[in-house]
């Protein structure tokens, strides 16, 4: 027996020019088992098909991002690498400290 669910979304997607697309999302989920009424298995062999039509509507809107946004969030990640590799070098060195001993002179 299979059993196909096929759910659809109606959707909108405006680029950035403001053209509009009217499109459908997707998604399907099958489902399988095997009918075999000497094993113990009932059911009705063949193939169902389940379609569901949310009653939702999503709009997608494409935007550009200025370029001082993108400059911040990139100097945000360099700056917190930074910190990060900071952090490691430190508890690196505390580790191998405890682990072999300074030598005095």
Not at 13 to 18: Q, R, V
Not at 35 to 48: E, F, K, L, Q, R
Not at 73 to 99: C, D, E, K, P, Q
């Amino acid at each position: 027996m299979f059993q196909y669910y096929l759910s659809l979304v109606p959707t909108a997607y405006i680029d950035t020019s403001g053209k509009m697309i009217v499109t459908n999302q997707y998604a399907v989920t099958e489902h399988r088992r095997a009918v075999n009424h000497d094993a113990g298995s009932h059911g009705i062999p063949g193939i169902m098909f389940h379609y569901s039509i949310e009653p939702l509507f999503v709009s997608i809107k494409e935007y550009q991002q200025p370029i001082l946004h993108t400059l911040t969030r990139i100097s945000g990640l360099v700056g917190g690498l930074f910190v990060t590799a900071g952090l490691a070098h430190r508890l690196l060195n505390r580790m191998v400290g405890t682990v072999i001993p300074k030598k005095k002179n």
